[in-house]
């Protein structure tokens, strides 16, 4: 089953947007460093009001949990957290789930 990895991250506000945004970059390239791993990524800024503080986002589409473990096992995924992710933030949000699509009527 197909499933979503979603971070939130409380950017330390000392970090320019810039700076914001290089972490990002460093997230989005472990899809082509894993390839076949990660299926897409998709990132962001918050604009919501009700962010309870969290800054910038990001959600990392699997095709299944063997995928998502061996993400966060990787080499390449360890590193982007310890040393991008890590030093530059105050906290962190993870929620994986399954996705079940409700779009489509079910029979």
Known sequence: MVLAHTILLKIKPSLSEDQAHDILKAVAALKDQLPGVVESVHLGANFSAR?????????????????????????????????????????????????IDYSNPRM
């Not at 990787?74 to 962190?92: C, S």
Request: charge should be negative; include cysteine.
């Open 51 to 99: 962010s309870k503080g969290y800054t910038h986002a990001f959600t990392m589409i699997f095709k299944d949990r063997a995928a998502l473990e061996t993400y966060e096992k990787a080499p390449e995924h360890v590193k982007v957290v310890q040393e991008i992710i890590r030093p530059n933030i105050d906290d962190l949000l993870c929620v994986d789930y399954d996705i």
